[in-house]
């Protein structure tokens, strides 16, 4: 459960902006002067159509991109102004595509001890002890119900992309990070392996408290497991609901409080949908 209100948060958003100049030369305001307080141990799901800032707001949160107005606060020291890896041992990222969270042709071991040594903040070159990387891969990957515990020694390659990206999940626990951020990891997967990931990574940040930022197109998935749920538009957050307002609440209704409070319709037909396949 999300830590009482009086702690520090785990991420503080103050009036943060984010600008891009468009293909016609075009100023575009993806992230519209937005204040977001995030307690520690909650699990968010940030949904909206296409366009409507959600990664654009993570990519500020990890430092993929800086702000060009506001401040970004992370268990109450301020990353504005630093780079994705200096914010490494604050925050983890798993991004949709498989390939772009592990090295293919490193086994699930070597890509373990690689982001050990990340979490560091720096690559030495005299290796992290073996035994170390392999107690803290069987530690995280254990729980995930796969049996990877026992494939350290398997080429990541060789893995499905629902395998994969159980193993991303469990590699950014690494160091119990104050935020996880989730950008769509389950989009690039068939139904069935989008719903043990979901499932694998719900499990992995509630055992271990990791407060969790997750961006989908799938509601049912966001109603699952949220405990708040933000719908974002034009780079602003237009529905906030959590705790008691999450219980009996319809894919329906957030696309009926959505209409009612932006003046527009979500475009992504996936957003309709009543539910999704198990």
Known sequence: MPASSDSVPDLLLEGCTKRFIAPGRELVTAVDDLNLEVAAGTFVSIIGSNGAGKSTMLSMVAGNLL??????????????T???????????RVRQNPQDNMVSNLTIEENFALALAGRRGRFPLRRTSPG?????????LEPLGMGLEDRLGAISGSLSGGQR???????ACLGSPALM?????????DP????????????????????????THDMKHALDHADRLLMMHQGKVVVDVSGEQLTGITPRDLQ??????SGGSLSDASLLAESSPA
């Not at 702000?67 to 504005?80: I, K, L, N, S």
């Not at 170390?132 to 995280?140: G, I, M, T």
């Not at 951020?181 to 997967?189: G, I, P, Q, R």
């Open 67 to 80: 702000a060009d107005e506001g401040h970004v606060t992370v268990r109450g020291r301020d990353v504005t």
């Open 82 to 92: 630093l780079p994705s890896w200096r914010r490494i041992g604050l925050v983890s």
């Open 132 to 140: 170390k990387v392999r107690a803290a891969a069987q530690e995280l």
């Open 165 to 171: 990206q159980a193993i991303a999940v469990a590699m």
């Open 181 to 189: 951020l989730l950008d769509e990891h389950v989009a690039a997967l």
């Open 192 to 215: 069935n392996s989008a719903a043990r990931v979901n499932s694998a990574t719900a499990r992995l940040v509630r055992e271990r408290k990791i407060t969790t930022m997750m961006v």
């Open 256 to 261: 009926q409080r959505f209409a009612a409070l």
